[in-house]
């Protein structure tokens, strides 16, 4: 008779769904699992429903893939349960053979500048889910009565705020962004957008395809400084030979710096070599200070100039950090871990696992190595009682059927507006969409 095993995965995002589909493909005639994914929220899917760009809904489609892992037998969907609130970390090490923590990282890493908390300065770990829909974000403050917004940072999520508030609102109607975000990006003032990195455009942590994707906007014109692309490409070419991706990036930002503007209204600037020093203004953003760089070799160096770009709205995203989880160790905003093992029995995956780099693929190959080690590590079947036995009287748990209600309901109103779905933002409406 087969071995058979409990494991929890806790999150139900891209990093949790691909160490559930590992560990089926680790099962043999004498290794069974029985998975459970624990989610704090009442809907699965974690970043690719409230993090990725809703004008990209091909990396989407990747929820089909979710959505079959969870058709396979031994696997439960259980949304709605809040570890350290419904459930304790002591309560999964007792009743699991194994426990995955597959948290993410939620927390926008600061700036620590002056003027940080003043209003219209935000994180995109607080921007990204607002208009994604995300349920605890639907009333985060986003002024968007002004005309010059600045994004601070290099990366993919850098590029995604600002392309939303670049681009003219009607390119977002046929997508699921939130209703709440959508309105208020139809009444956005805003027409200029800058993205401001720290260091060189050969350091930038774009993908190529994002940047292919700019000069095809419709409405926006993309302002990049041709000077800037060719002195990166030197210095590039400085350090020996180009890194593909870098090479990709560069060949990328070239075609931007001489796309010719068209004269539209709207415009997104891409700035490098400049470093937050204070965002200014009295009662909420009135603009940024900036230190102009230089790159010496690998080395960044403040020249002792400076810049100021008149703004209303600063949106920092420089990266996150994980939320610390009680009685779990951390180090340096993620769950510190030796290869994915935490502790005996206790493992990690993902963002939490190794920040937030990468895209959603790259939780796929991460969760089957640390996968293959659970499996060695495992010992005899603990034979644990269920753990919905110890959830309070009455407590709503969304399970995959429940969800797939939610789901059909969403698509269902979506359809007469041409959307993708209509996403639901109240945790409340949600709980009674699953409960049907």
Same mark, same amino acid.
């Given at each position: 008779?087969?071995?058979?095993?409990?494991? /929890?995965?806790?999150? =139900?995002?891209?990093?949790?769904?691909?160490? +559930?589909?590992?560990?089926?493909? @680790?099962? *043999?005639? !004498?290794?069974?699992?029985?998975?459970?994914?624990?989610?704090?929220?009442?809907?699965?899917?974690?970043?690719?429903?409230?993090?990725?760009?809703?004008?990209?809904?091909?990396?989407?489609?990747?929820?089909?893939?979710?959505?079959?892992?969870?058709?396979?037998?031994?696997?439960?969907?259980?949304?709605?349960?809040?570890?350290?609130?419904?459930?304790?970390?002591?309560?999964?090490?007792?009743?699991?053979?194994?426990?995955?923590?597959?948290?993410?990282?939620?927390?926008?890493?600061?700036?620590?500048?002056?003027?940080?908390?003043?209003?219209?300065?935000?994180?995109?770990?607080?921007?990204?889910?607002?208009?994604?829909?995300?349920?605890?974000?639907?009333?985060?403050?986003?002024?968007?009565?002004?005309?010059?917004?600045?994004?601070?940072? /290099?990366?993919?999520? =850098?590029?995604?705020?600002?392309?939303?508030? +670049?681009?003219?609102?009607?390119? @977002?109607? *046929?997508? !699921?962004?939130?209703?709440?975000?959508?309105?208020?990006?139809?009444?956005?003032?805003?027409?200029?957008?800058?993205?401001?990195?720290?260091?060189?455009?050969?350091?930038?942590?774009?993908?190529?395809?994002?940047?292919?994707?700019?000069?095809?906007?419709?409405?926006?014109?993309?302002?990049?400084?041709?000077?800037?692309?060719?002195?990166?490409?030197?210095?590039?070419?400085?350090?020996?030979?180009?890194?593909?991706?870098?090479?990709?990036?560069?060949?990328?930002?070239?075609?931007?710096?001489?796309?010719?503007?068209?004269?539209?209204?709207?415009?997104?600037?891409?700035?490098?070599?400049?470093?937050?020093?204070?965002?200014?203004?009295?009662?909420?953003?009135?603009?940024?200070?900036?230190?102009?760089?230089?790159?010496?070799?690998?080395?960044?160096?403040?020249?002792?100039?400076?810049?100021?770009?008149?703004?209303?709205?600063?949106?920092?995203?420089?990266?996150?950090?994980?939320?610390?989880?009680?009685?779990?160790?951390?180090?340096?905003?993620?769950?510190?871990?030796?290869?994915?093992?935490?502790?005996?029995?206790?493992?990690?995956?993902?963002?939490?696992?190794?920040?937030?780099?990468?895209?959603?693929?790259?939780?796929?190959?991460?969760?089957?190595?640390?996968?293959?080690?659970?499996?060695?590590?495992?010992?005899?079947?603990?034979?644990?009682?269920?753990?919905?036995?110890?959830?309070?009287?009455?407590?709503?748990?969304?399970?995959?059927?429940?969800?797939?209600?939610?789901?059909?309901?969403?698509?269902?109103?979506?359809?007469?507006?041409?959307?993708?779905?209509?996403?639901?933002?109240?945790?409340?409406?949600?709980?009674?969409?699953?409960?049907?």
């Amino acid at each position: 008779m087969a071995a058979q095993y409990k494991v /929890a995965i806790v999150g =139900a995002g891209p990093s949790g769904f691909f160490a +559930a589909q590992a560990l089926q493909n @680790l099962q *043999s005639d !004498d290794l069974k699992f029985e998975i459970d994914i624990i989610e704090r929220l009442p809907t699965p899917w974690g970043l690719v429903r409230s993090g990725v760009a809703p004008d990209h809904p091909k990396i989407k489609t990747v929820s089909k893939v979710f959505e079959k892992i969870a058709a396979e037998p031994g696997f439960r969907f259980l949304g709605n349960i809040d570890l350290g609130k419904e459930i304790t970390m002591d309560d999964l090490k007792n009743h699991y053979d194994a426990v995955v923590l597959a948290t993410g990282s939620a927390l926008g890493r600061k700036l620590g500048i002056p003027g940080e908390d003043l209003r219209g300065s935000l994180s995109a770990a607080d921007f990204v889910p607002w208009y994604n829909g995300h349920p605890d974000f639907v009333h985060v403050d986003v002024p968007l009565d002004g005309k010059v917004a600045v994004i601070i940072g /290099a990366g993919n999520v =850098a590029m995604d705020c600002a392309r939303i508030l +670049a681009i003219n609102p009607e390119e @977002l109607d *046929s997508t !699921d962004t939130a209703p709440h975000a959508l309105a208020a990006l139809h009444m956005s003032t805003i027409r200029e957008v800058h993205i401001a990195a720290r260091r060189g455009a050969e350091n930038a942590a774009f993908t190529a395809p994002e940047l292919r994707d700019l000069p095809k906007l419709e409405h926006t014109d993309v302002y990049l400084s041709a000077d800037e692309v060719s002195q990166a490409h030197a210095r590039a070419q400085a350090q020996g030979e180009i890194e593909k991706e870098v090479r990709n990036n560069l060949e990328a930002m070239r075609l931007i710096s001489e796309n010719p503007p068209k004269g539209h209204e709207r415009s997104l600037h891409m700035q490098f070599l400049l470093a937050p020093k204070e965002i200014v203004g009295t009662e909420r953003v009135e603009g940024i200070t900036f230190s102009i760089n230089r790159m010496d070799g690998e080395k960044v160096v403040d020249t002792g100039e400076t810049l100021t770009i008149a703004c209303q709205l600063v949106i920092s995203a420089i990266g996150y950090n994980a939320e610390p989880l009680a009685g779990v160790p951390e180090d340096k905003g993620k769950i510190k871990n030796s290869e994915g093992r935490v502790e005996e029995n206790v493992y990690v995956v993902g963002w939490a696992k190794r920040g937030p780099s990468g895209v959603v693929g790259t939780n796929k190959s991460d969760a089957a190595d640390v996968m293959k080690l659970l499996v060695d590590d495992l010992k005899n079947p603990k034979g644990a009682e269920d753990i919905l036995n110890l959830l309070p009287a009455g407590h709503i748990v969304i399970n995959q059927e429940k969800w797939q209600r939610i789901n059909a309901a969403e698509i269902a109103a979506g359809e007469p507006l041409g959307r993708p779905r209509l996403k639901e933002v109240s945790r409340e409406k949600l709980l009674s969409l699953g409960e049907g």
